[in-house]
């Protein structure tokens, strides 16, 4: 009953630019923390940056200062833009909310289905 739907990704050249959204829709009651995962082949899967419903944020020490991540509560959305591209930037990028269906439910923690960004040279 719930899914988030990612859209953004795509190949840029080193220096560019992308704005990655994450939508959240389906049942949905309250989201907690959202965040961006990435994943590049032969790596482990790593934090990018994670929000609160607050709006505090954290971010891996990678993209700190090119990165920023934003979101939009009434559209159940998480953003991620990626300013100053390299080519290390290169993965999966994948979003995440922890989220309850109803108000008498625990938050689980659902995942999008990833979206690729290639950084050119």
């Known amino acids: 009953q719930v899914q988030l739907v990612e859209s953004g990704g795509g190949l840029v050249q080193a220096g560019g630019s992308l704005r990655l959204s994450c939508a959240a829709s389906?049942?949905?009651?309250?989201?907690?923390?959202m965040g961006w995962y990435r994943q590049a082949p032969g790596k482990q899967r790593e934090l990018v940056a994670v929000?609160?419903?607050?709006?505090?944020?954290n971010y891996a020490d990678s993209v700190k200062g090119r990165f920023t991540i934003s979101r939009d509560n009434a559209k159940n959305t998480v953003y991620l833009q990626m300013n100053s591209l390299k080519p290390e930037d290169t993965a999966v990028y994948t979003c995440?909310?922890?989220?309850?269906?109803?108000?008498?439910?625990?938050?689980?923690?659902?995942w999008g289905q990833g979206t690729q960004v290639t950084v050119s040279s």
């Open positions: 995440n909310g922890d989220l309850k269906k109803y108000s008498v439910s625990p938050f689980r923690t659902y």
């Open positions: 389906g049942t949905i009651f309250s989201i907690n923390a």
């Open positions: 929000i609160t419903s607050g709006g505090n944020t």
